[in-house]
C-alpha cells in the first residue's frame, strides 16, 4: 500500500512539473510576443430601428464621454426601393429614411435622433440659411465634445463648413459657409468671420486649449485649427508641416517619391494625450504625426502598394491611459488596421470584404469607446453599423491574426 502511495506522489510532482514547466514557457512567450487587443464582431448590436427606419451611407461615427455612439447618416442615399410609403403613390410598407443624427446608448437602443431632411421641419425651423445654419448635402464627419456638443461637417459640392450643435440638436454656431469655399492658402474669412473651408471630412477637440482640429478636406489639403466657442481661426499646415498647396500632384504611384503635399481628400485628424495629432492622408495611405503647432514629427503607412480611394481612412485611439493602439480604417481593402500608437508598427488586420457580419463592403468610419470596443460605418453599398468588441490582449502571429483566432 505504500509502495502505490509513493508512487501516486512521484506521478503527482511529475506532473505538476511537466505543467509548471509548460506555464512558465507561456509566460516567457508571452513576455516576447507582440500583443494586440482581439477583436470580434458582435452581431447583436445596434438592436433594430424604431419606427421602420433605415439608414444609408455613415459618413461618420463617434463616441461621447458616457460611451454612447453617435452615427451621422446619409438619408439622401438610401435607394428608392427603401422609401415606398413616402412615394406617390406608395411603393410599399418599407420604409423611412432615419434622421441625420442617431444617438446609440451602449446596448445599442436608439436614444434619440434629430437633424436633416428627414427629420420633418428640422431644415425649416431649426437649421436654416437666415439663422446662419446650413445642413450639408453630404454628411461628413461627426465629434462629439465632453460638454455634449455636436460637430458635423459635410463633403458635397457646396459643403465647405461645420456646425456645432448641442446634443439635442439646437443651433449653435457655424464655420466656414456653404456655397463658398476658402483655399488651402492663404486663409480667407466668411462673413461670420470664421474661416472658409473645403469639403471638410473631421474634426476633433483639444480639451486642455479648446481648439477644434479639422481634416480640411476633400477639396483642400490641410489640416486648420479654430477655436471651438468662437469658431476664430488660430493656424494650418500641409503635409510635413509644409504650407499647402492646391496644386493637383497627379495620381498616386506607390513607385514614386514621396507625396510633399496632402492628396485629397484628406480624411481624418486626431488629437492624443499626449499632445501628438494625427492626419489621414488617405489616397496616399500614409498618417502623419504633428505637434500640436503644426511640426511634423513621423509618418508611417498603412499598404504603400493600395491605389484607387487609398487605405488610411480615419483614426481612433485606444481607451488605455497611454493610448498604446491606434485603429485604422481601410475603406480599399476592407479591413480595420491595429498600429503600435507611438512606433506606427502594424500589428493586425481585423475583417476582410464581403456581406456577413465581421465583413465589409466600404468600411469608412469608426470610433473607440471607454472598453476598447470598436464601432464602424460603412459608405456605397454598406450602409452598415457593426460593432467589434475588445476581447483583451492576445499574441499575434507573424501574419497579423492573434493566436486563438477562429
Not at 318 to 346: C, M, V
Request: hydrophobic share 35%; net charge neutral; charged share 20%.
Amino acid at each position: 500500500m505504500k509502495a502505490w502511495r509513493w508512487i501516486y506522489v512521484a506521478i503527482l510532482v511529475l506532473s505538476l512539473d511537466v505543467g509548471l514547466g509548460v506555464a512558465a514557457e507561456d509566460r516567457h512567450d508571452t513576455k516576447n510576443a507582440k500583443i494586440a487587443p482581439r477583436l470580434k464582431v458582435d452581431p447583436s448590436w445596434p438592436k433594430p430601428l424604431p419606427d421602420n427606419w433605415v439608414i444609408g451611407q455613415i459618413g461618420g461615427i463617434a463616441v461621447d464621454s458616457r460611451d454612447h455612439v453617435w452615427v451621422l447618416q446619409r438619408p439622401r442615399s438610401v435607394p428608392e426601393r427603401y422609401l415606398g410609403p413616402t412615394l406617390t403613390p406608395p411603393r410599399s410598407t418599407c420604409c423611412f429614411a432615419a434622421p441625420s443624427v442617431i444617438e446609440f446608448d451602449s446596448k445599442g437602443e436608439v436614444v434619440q435622433a434629430w437633424g436633416g431632411p428627414s427629420d420633418p421641419g428640422f431644415l425649416e425651423s431649426r437649421c436654416t440659411p437666415t439663422m446662419g445654419c446650413d445642413w450639408p448635402q453630404t454628411e461628413h464627419g461627426i465629434f462629439v465634445s465632453d460638454d455634449g456638443h455636436v460637430y458635423i461637417g459635410g463633403n458635397g459640392g457646396p459643403d465647405h463648413q461645420v456646425i456645432k450643435f448641442t446634443g439635442d440638436g439646437t443651433f449653435v454656431m457655424q464655420i466656414g459657409i456653404a456655397g463658398m469655399r476658402g483655399s488651402s492658402n492663404p486663409v480667407q474669412l466668411a462673413p461670420n468671420g470664421t474661416p472658409l473651408l473645403g469639403r471638410p471630412a473631421e474634426m476633433d477637440l483639444d480639451r486642455t486649449a479648446n481648439e477644434l482640429y479639422i481634416a480640411d478636406g476633400y477639396q483642400n489639403r490641410r489640416i486648420i485649427v479654430v477655436d471651438a466657442t468662437t469658431g476664430r481661426y488660430k493656424r494650418h499646415w500641409g503635409a510635413y508641416g509644409n504650407v499647402p498647396s492646391d496644386d493637383d500632384p497627379g495620381p498616386y504611384d506607390p513607385n514614386a517619391p514621396l507625396a510633399q503635399q496632402f492628396r485629397t481628400p484628406v480624411h481624418c485628424v486626431a488629437v492624443a494625450s499626449d499632445g501628438l495629432v494625427y492626419v489621414c492622408d488617405r489616397v496616399n495611405n500614409r498618417i502623419q504625426v504633428f505637434q500640436k503647432n503644426g511640426i511634423f514629427v513621423t509618418e508611417f503607412f498603412t499598404d504603400r502598394n493600395t491605389r484607387g480611394n487609398g487605405s488610411a481612412y480615419n483614426a481612433a485611439l485606444s481607451p488605455d491611459r497611454k493610448q498604446t493602439y491606434l485603429f485604422n480604417a481601410d475603406g480599399e481593402n476592407q479591413h480595420i488596421w491595429t498600429f503600435l500608437r507611438r512606433t506606427g508598427e502594424a500589428l493586425t488586420k481585423t475583417g476582410r470584404g464581403g456581406r456577413f457580419p465581421g465583413h465589409f463592403a466600404a468600411v469608412h468610419s469608426l470610433a473607440v469607446d471607454s472598453k476598447g470596443n470598436v464601432y464602424t460605418g460603412e459608405v456605397d453599398a454598406g450602409m452598415r453599423l457593426q460593432k467589434f468588441s475588445n476581447l483583451g490582449l492576445r499574441a499575434i502571429r507573424s501574419d497579423g491574426r492573434s493566436d486563438d483566432d477562429e
